[in-house]
């Protein structure tokens, strides 16, 4: 989704858990910052705490945050900001002195990936050309550090880096950039983090998508596409996505589903009853992978804790949480 996450933590709890980053597979929701009535981090690290919540992902490294995650043990993605990559692509000391000052001054924090950039790719022209670059530097860096068996470092896209997503089996990337990510994805064992929202893609196209396929609520297969049958929206984006990535040499490369959810409030089809629908089938989904990679869990966060009253955009934008700002649900919702 095209929305400012610089300030965003994302929350992940783990279905399964093994020693290597890439082996996570579970069900994250994102905690973002973007609003002046928001609970403290050490606040919101026992919220996680109490709701059964194992990882958690950050946008920004923010300092209170790292410090009140030190000894929580929970499992941590760091974000490089957008407007930080072009200088760590340009300079790697640069890259050295993030890594030393928001991962190894923090001995106490379980760090698992750096996501370098939000979206960059193909939104943002001007900077999509120092995403690789600075995923480089920060691998060096990591590697300095001695924490690559650790740490992966990737990157985050939405469905528009996709030139071409149905029928699934004909997936494709857009930019061309995309086949030197993946190659350095698949040569560090890092995933791919992508975007999912069928929220905007049923909103955009209600007359040819029904509301029961973008809510996994569809009896039988919608989609026949060769020996893959879709029941719902969100296996069939995430399976144009490993189409595309076979494409360009990354058969092997796993996706992370960094951000979905659905709004309660503020536009077209956003209500409570929808949110809770998409969001709990979400959850319960996840766990049986996709018609493509059957079985293989997918690592999914939802988007967002809080309902954020500065963040920008349209109205929906703010209605996206699981929680208001006093920490009380906006619906009921099991993680388990």
Known sequence: MNKLCVNAVCTIVII??????NSVHGIGVCYGRDGNNLPSPSDV??????????????????QDALRALSGSNIQ??????????????????????????????????????VA?????????????????PAMRNIQNAINAAGLQSRIRVSTAVSAAVLSQ?????????????????????????????????????????????????????????????????????????????YAALEKVGGSNVRIVVSESGWPSAGGFAASID?????NQNLIRHVGRGTP???????????FAMFNENQKGGDEIERNFGLFRPDRQPVYPISFN
């Open 16 to 21: 399964s858990l093994i020693t290597m980053p």
């Open 45 to 62: 690290v026992g919220l996680y705490r109490s709701n059964g919540i194992s990882n958690m992902r950050i946008y920004s490294p923010g």
């Open 165 to 241: 997503s149905f029928p699934p089996s004909q997936g494709a990337f857009g930019p061309d950039s995309m086949r030197a990510i993946v190659q350095f994805l698949a040569s560090n064992g890092a995933p791919l983090l992508f975007n999912v929202y069928p929220y905007f893609s049923y909103r955009d196209n209600s007359a040819q998508i029904s509301l029961d396929y973008a809510l996994f609520r569809s009896s039988g297969v919608v989609v026949q596409d060769g020996q893959f049958g879709y029941q719902n929206l969100f296996d069939a984006m995430v399976d144009a996505a």
């Open 274 to 278: 929808n949110a809770r629908t998409y």
């Open 292 to 302: 493509r990679r059957s079985g293989n869990a997918i690592e999914t966060y939802i």
């Open 116 to 132: 370098v950039g939000n979206e960059l790719i193909p939104e943002n022209p001007s900077l999509a050309q120092f995403v690789l």
């Open 76 to 113: 941590l993605i760091v974000g490089v900001p957008n407007d930080n990559v072009q200088s760590i692509a340009s300079d790697p000391s640069a890259a050295t002195s993030w890594v030393q000052r928001n991962i190894v001054a923090f001995p106490s924090v379980a760090f698992r990936y």
